[in-house]
């Protein structure tokens, strides 16, 4: 159900909930009236605050957008779009164009980051289309699927959406072995590979250098002629149509996405755009989409910083202190750990090793790289890659490091033809594109906006929580993260 907001000019401030476990560095005498009568009614105004957010209209307008709020686990997040956001067939991105019911809409929803959850998935009465065809963890198009419970694990356990894929012809290697969990009755074969991704949000896609996970739809020069071709694949593909979209349906698709900016807008009942925050989507459309470009910031090129992030300036450790005016205030308040983890993306150095793309075994070279989040994050207050560089940082392991769970997923053992090595994953990413031995594993980074209401994380869904994400590279690249450092970036992650 949609949740009711308020004009975001109507609430200036509003004094968060704490988040929990990230106080900040409280002394325990600054603990000792947290639940004083003050406390209790700082948090009678917050309930205060969302119920009165939640009770006004839930579509409202901002100067040149229209603004609609969702409710997630977190808060609220917003989607801007200086159009109507009509969610109704009259938009083709909500139209049946196949033979199995399923829109655009079916994987991409609002209040859900514009994808899908597992709490969705096993919500969702049996006869869903959701569950037909790849939303299946093996039945081919056309087989019913009367038991997603035994059919769609995939999708109800990680919201993956199955993708086939054979094995290029010209491939520089060969299908060496499987193992394949999910016991599908057609095994895998070099005519096809069957990978499991989560859907990706179709919000702020005019930040995108690379579409789909691995890169297969940037078949044009321009991203606007990808966006055009992913449209009609994926009716062909994913809704089954029998004939292509007419021109007009693809623009008006391409035209909605591009369109749409998502964001969270309230962390519990923090108001992420106060004290001269700029959280929300409108910040997004209005200031960074115009002066996006494809390889903004590169980090391999003259000129860029690795302050990716700036939208917190506001709540950092100094600016909050002079803002509330003490430190032993601003310690206290539920912005600190968003300023915080803000610095700790931009600032905390991160030795980048063992990476494809940038210093794996088959790049030019293995040096490590003296990195940082947002050398592979780099794109300003968005936070995907400015360029179509797919990497692979091990999360398609069969054993990662860091507590992801990839147990039901299958595993590909590859050979390289010229030399006889093999490799061994849960998705040949890139490769299967461009049939490069280099290029398997490989996948690209996602947008970081928007992520308080689409866990599960990563292409496989493998980090249920920011928590565990933050915790694979911690692990993965011996960042040497302190607990309130962890603490502080989920924080601050939760808060994009």
Known sequence: MKMRTVDVGAWTFALGAMIAGCAGDITPGELDGIDDPESS??????????????????????????????????????????????????????????????????????????????????????????????????????????DPTRHSVQMREFANVRIDLPIPANAEFTLAGYTDPLNCPTPPSAANLRMYRRPLPTSNVHFLATLMWDGRENVTESMLGNLLHQSNEATIGHAQATSALIDGDRQGIVTFETGTMGAQRFLQGTDLRSLGAKGGAAYLYNVERPRFFIGINDPFLPGFTNIVFTIYREWEPDRLAAQLGSPRAARRDPRAPIGRGQIVFNTKPINITGVAGLNGPNDGSQAPIAGFCGT????????????????????????????????????????????????TTTDPGRGLVSGKWADLGRLKGPILRGLAARAPYFHNGAAPDLATVVEFYDERFTVGFTDQEKTDLVAFLNAL
Do not use: K
């Open 376 to 423: 592979c994050h780099d794109t300003p207050n968005v936070g995907n890659h400015s360029v179509s560089l797919p990497l692979d940082i091990g999360v398609g392991s069969p054993t990662p490091v860091g507590g992801l769970d990839v147990a039901s997923l299958p595993t590909y053992t590859l050979q390289r033809t010229s030399t006889g090595e093999t490799m």
């Open 41 to 146: 009614a700082q948090q009678l105004a917050e309930a205060q605050q969302l119920a009165a957010i939640d009770a006004q209209a839930a579509v409202q307008r901002e100067g040149n957008l229209t603004i609609e709020r969702t409710r997630n686990a977190m808060g609220r997040a917003e989607t801007s779009a200086p159009f109507p956001i009509d969610q109704t067939s009259n938009n083709p991105f909500f139209r049946d164009f196949g033979t199995n019911v399923r829109t655009c809409g079916t994987c991409h929803v609002d209040e859900l980051g514009w994808t899908i959850t597992p709490e969705f998935a096993r919500s969702r009465p049996a006869n869903d289309p959701l569950f037909v065809f790849d939303g299946s963890d093996c039945l081919p198009g056309g087989v019913p699927n009367p």
